[in-house]
Nanobody, 125 residues
């Protein structure tokens, strides 16, 4: 079973920064894309950002995080990072890493077959 191992997260003040990472131990090109989704209390899980891990230069962002969050990958494509800056209380959620093994809709969670356990990010005002 493929494991997506997440790290990072925690509690910060508004305006602070955090970085989350997501790594897998499979062959580097196992995933066509790796993404971050988040779920706030009482809300549906929503897309945050995604990266084409094969090219490393094709990235996608939700409008709510564009310009504040940055997704990147290491040279092997086995680890993906989400740098979060200018955090707001509205960013408070459980953040999940997800992997897509085929070309598909980067924004749609149904395209992602593998998921990490998620971790809480809490932003206080």
């Amino acid at each position: 079973q493929v494991q997506l191992i997440e790290s990072g997260g925690g509690s910060v003040q508004a305006g602070d920064s955090l970085m989350r990472s997501c790594a897998h131990s499979q062959l580097p090109q196992t995933y066509f894309a790796l993404a971050w989704f988040r779920q706030a209390p009482g809300k549906d899980r929503e897309f945050v950002s995604s990266i084409n891990t094969w090219s490393g230069c094709l990235t996608f962002y939700a409008a709510s995080v564009e310009g504040r969050f940055a997704i990147s990958r290491d040279s092997s494509g086995s680890t993906v990072y989400l740098q979060m800056k200018g955090l707001k209380p509205a960013d408070t959620a459980v953040y999940y890493c997800a992997g897509m093994t085929h070309s598909g809709n980067y924004y749609h969670q149904g395209e992602y077959g593998d998921w990490g356990p998620g971790a809480q990010v809490t932003v206080s005002s």
